[in-house]
């Protein structure tokens, strides 16, 4: 198995939901990352988790919440989002903290409402 | 800090047409290099990538090759189809710093 797999592929919410997206990866990969990307924009670093643990937070607002259960999943917890969080969200991950060539999946199109 | 810089697009050319977009970056020592590719409404894919200098990645009839004295990762291919209509961002990791996007070029492929 070679792939990232997120869940929901779509997903509208209201303000006042809570909702959360999910990812999942069986190649053994100890690092696995949430991106934010806008239209038309590159991809921005929110989260990294290194072995499991959270090594970077790039500052996200608290409405924002990563979860990483075991090595092979990777959650974030919405809630309370504005309109402006819309945006394609992405998982990714790689062999080791920093290692060459991330994969990344197919991503999570969220329209906040 | 680290930093990758693209070529504006987007890139308009006529199926079998030679392409070029350029990439170059700043940071001090060896990073890795990578193209990735987003097709439209999907993630990325990572199209190729160069860990040293000279090293020339390819992959599905793209090249580059890694520029040390040019700070340049170009990606080239012979004859574009349709089909590679898509995003394309040039990117960077150095150690276990964060990999750094470039802002991304449109590629349209016409018939």
């Known amino acids: 198995d070679t792939e990232v797999t997120q869940t929901p592929k779509h997903l509208v919410m209201g303000m006042t939901n809570k909702k959360s997206l999910k990812c999942e990866q069986h190649m053994g990969h100890r690092a696995m990352y949430w991106y934010k990307q806008k239209a038309k924009k590159p991809p921005e670093l929110m989260f990294v988790y290194s072995y499991e643990k959270l090594s970077i937070n790039e500052s996200v607002p608290s409405r924002f919440s990563p979860e990483c259960p075991n090595s092979s999943l990777l959650n974030l917890h919405l809630h309370a989002l504005q309109p402006e969080d819309s945006a394609l969200y992405l998982c990714?991950?790689?062999?080791?903290?920093?290692?060459?060539?991330?994969?990344f999946g197919s991503g999570t199109r969220l329209t906040v409402v | 800090g680290n930093s990758v810089t693209q070529m504006e697009g987007p890139v308009t050319l006529s199926e079998e047409a030679f392409l070029t977009i350029n990439c170059t970056y700043t940071?001090?020592?060896?990073?890795?290099l990578f193209w990735y590719v987003q097709y439209p409404g999907e993630g990325l894919q990572l199209l190729l990538k160069a860990t040293k200098a000279d090293d020339k990645g390819s992959n599905k009839g793209f090249e580059a090759t890694y520029r040390k004295e040019t700070t340049s990762f170009h990606l080239e291919k012979g004859s574009v189809q349709v089909s590679d209509s898509a995003v394309y961002f040039c990117?960077?990791?150095?150690?276990?710093?964060?990999?750094?996007f470039g802002t991304g070029t449109r590629l349209l492929v016409s018939p």
């Open positions: 990714a991950s790689s062999q080791d903290p920093g290692s060459d060539g991330y994969t």
């Open positions: 940071a001090t020592g060896y990073p890795s």
């Open positions: 990117a960077l990791s150095k150690g276990f710093q964060k990999l750094v």
